[in-house]
């Protein structure tokens, strides 16, 4: 709502733009910018604007990942079947859904990711170098793991995927550095600190002042531990948002059968993506690029982790869950193409571990229109009070215009069909 008020009250895009320039924190210009531009744009038709951009987005997240895979054969369709029900089944994809006004934007990095991707797949041209280079630049100036773009660019083109030419990552390393000098030098835009908000550690979530009481002389400390918890929550589905769920409640002997699904079915998948990608390192040379993109979303996990020190959110890591789909359908993929019928054994265990396991994602996977739905009525809930709640806290805005804003946003919401 702050993001909406702030789009009306701006008097233009350029605006816009120079104010967002200038944080202490944070170097998103471009993010207020697609606010601006939609919001301007919908000419008071913000639910169906908003939302639509929404829907497209996660249109094309689901078309490009499904590109990616060049699906061939009948062993990668039932690769591509199990790593689509990853990715749609796991704990960072319900942050893409759940979160869709005004805009999810860490929902449409994960799309530039893929759109990267897919460009590091296509036949080298000119073409393809000069739109992976305006597609970092907006990424770059979105949000900060926006940045990713540049790992997927750099990392496809060292594992053999020359679609943006030698030439084209040159180019954007010149534009990563750019990046840099801009936000340190010249902006002196710095870095989140502990005050900017709570964060998960072990087993709770910790308030600002009680994360500066303990971490303020050590901060080493809770960023490596930010970094650790953000890798292993897409490895293992846990820690999410920093904080153990699973863990705690079996150890208060609380735990549901779903979290005990979740978190055994991550296990099982990262197993197979290690021992696939172990062998695809010891056949480097023999693989394919398809192989490859195990290794590809290593790189992915470790430059996403890393730019999550600060704090741990899953909706930071949506980037990895996409690209542990990935590997996921290269880790089946790889593995049923070495399934022969001389070893019965290790072909039953192995076709057991992929269809239990496929089962168990399917499940997680459902549960999303749970989720989807749980939010839209918590969503109705919080706009049939949060004016009242604004009016009493003193915060309830003294322009005709703003108060116009939220009592049509409002009611848009109440009207809506559950």
């Known amino acids: 709502l702050e993001d909406l008020l702030d789009a009306q009250r701006s008097t233009s895009v350029v605006d816009t733009f120079l104010s967002a320039a200038y944080n202490a924190a944070y170097l998103r210009p471009l993010r ?3 606010i601006k531009v939609i919001f301007d744009a919908a000419h008071g ?11 497209a987005t996660m249109a094309a997240c689901l078309l490009l990942f499904t590109r990616a895979l060049r699906v061939r054969t009948v062993a ?11 990715v749609t089944g796991l704990h960072t994809f319900r942050s893409t859904v759940q979160e869709a006004f005004p805009i999810n934007h860490f929902l449409e990095i994960a799309v530039m990711a893929l759109v990267m991707l897919n460009l590091s797949q296509a036949r080298p041209r000119l073409i393809v170098d000069l739109t992976a280079l305006v597609l970092f630049i907006i990424a770059a100036l979105t949000l ?9 660019a750099v990392t496809a083109w060292l594992l053999g995927l020359r679609g943006v030419s030698a030439r084209g990552v040159v180019a954007m390393n010149v534009l990563l550095a750019g990046y840099f000098v801009l936000r340190f030098a010249v902006l002196s835009v710095g870095t989140p600190g502990l005050i900017e908000r709570s964060s998960g550690f072990l087993f709770e979530v910790l308030d600002p002042p009680e994360l500066e009481r303990r971490f303020g002389d050590r ?11 953000s890798a292993l929550s897409v490895l ?16 208060n002997n609380r735990l549901m059968a779903g979290m005990a699904l979740t ?16 062998q695809v390192l010891r056949r480097y040379r023999a693989s394919d690029s398809s192989d490859r993109l195990i290794l590809l979303f290593a790189a992915v996990l470790v430059a996403n982790a890393t730019l999550s020190y600060a704090y741990t959110k899953n909706d930071i890591m949506s980037v990895s869950g996409i690209f542990y789909g990935l590997a996921a359908f290269a880790a089946i993929r790889f593995l049923v193409n070495r399934i022969t019928p001389a070893n019965r054994l290790i072909a039953a265990t192995l076709t057991t571990a992929i269809l239990v ?7 997680r996977s459902l549960g999303i229109h749970h989720v989807a739905r749980t939010y839209a009525f918590k969503t109705r809930n919080d706009w049939a009070t949060q004016p009242g709640n604004w009016k009493q806290s003193g915060r309830w805005p003294a322009d005709a215009g703003s108060q116009q804003l939220i009592t049509n946003l409002r009611n848009d919401a109440l009207s809506m069909k559950m």
């Open 32 to 34: 207020i910018v697609q």
């Open 45 to 55: 038709h913000y639910w169906l604007a908003f939302r639509g951009i929404h829907a």
């Open 76 to 86: 990668d369709l039932c690769a591509a079947a199990f790593a689509l029900t990853v």
């Open 144 to 152: 900060e793991s926006g940045l990713l773009v540049w790992v997927v």
């Open 219 to 229: 901060l080493i400390v809770f960023y490596a531990y930010n970094v650790v918890a």
């Open 236 to 251: 293992a589905s846990e820690p999410q948002s920093g904080v153990f769920v699973t863990i705690g409640s079996w150890l």
């Open 263 to 278: 978190f055994i079915s991550s296990l099982i998948t990262t197993a197979l993506i290690v021992a696939a990608g172990v």
């Open 357 to 363: 396991t496929g089962m168990a994602w399917s499940v």
